[in-house]
């Protein structure tokens, strides 16, 4: 049997961020379980409030002067492309934003956390409203990566 090995693919748009830099990971608050790991998914910020006017449910939020950042469980990105202008960080890990000359940008801080349960916001209808907003349409692929 011949095993040909085929190249793989370039990476999309949404392959999660790979950084060079040390990276710091945003921290949930201690009451709120991660049991399945997260990953964040930054948006721009000019999204950030008509998101959290839509979704039925709210996990954790973070912002800084560019993007809102919002907690999903690990894994989130597997099967989706997210839109043009959508961040996603595995772990949460996002690099230290101080690489800029002229003067560091602040880290991002929690802006909304819910009193209790998960500190999770759900990924699907986080991911259609991201489309809609960018005006993607929405691609995901039935396969896993190998």
Same mark, same amino acid.
């Given at each position: 049997m011949d095993r040909t090995r085929t190249p793989e693919p370039p990476p999309t748009r949404s392959a999660p961020l790979v950084q060079d830099r040390p990276a710091r990971r945003l921290r949930i608050p201690a009451r709120l379980p991660a049991s399945l790991g997260y990953d964040a998914?930054?948006?721009?910020?000019?999204?950030?409030?008509?998101?959290?006017?839509?979704?039925?449910?709210?996990?954790?939020?973070?912002?800084?002067?560019?993007?809102?950042?919002?907690?999903?469980?690990a894994d989130s990105h597997v099967g989706v492309d997210w839109p043009p202008g959508v961040r996603y960080s595995v772990g949460a890990r996002l690099a230290d934003p101080s690489w800029t000359p002229t003067r560091p940008k602040p880290a991002p801080h929690l802006i909304h $956390?819910?009193? $209790?349960?998960?500190?999770?916001?759900?990924?699907?209808?986080?991911?259609?409203l991201a489309c809609r907003l960018t005006g993607s349409a929405p691609r995901w692929s039935l396969t896993l990566p190998d």
């Open positions: 998914v930054g948006t721009l910020r000019e999204h950030g409030e008509r998101i959290l006017a839509s979704l039925p449910r709210i996990g954790c939020v973070f912002a800084d002067d560019r993007r809102w950042w919002w907690i999903v469980p $956390a819910p009193d $209790a349960g998960s500190p999770y916001t759900p990924p699907i209808p986080l991911y259609f």
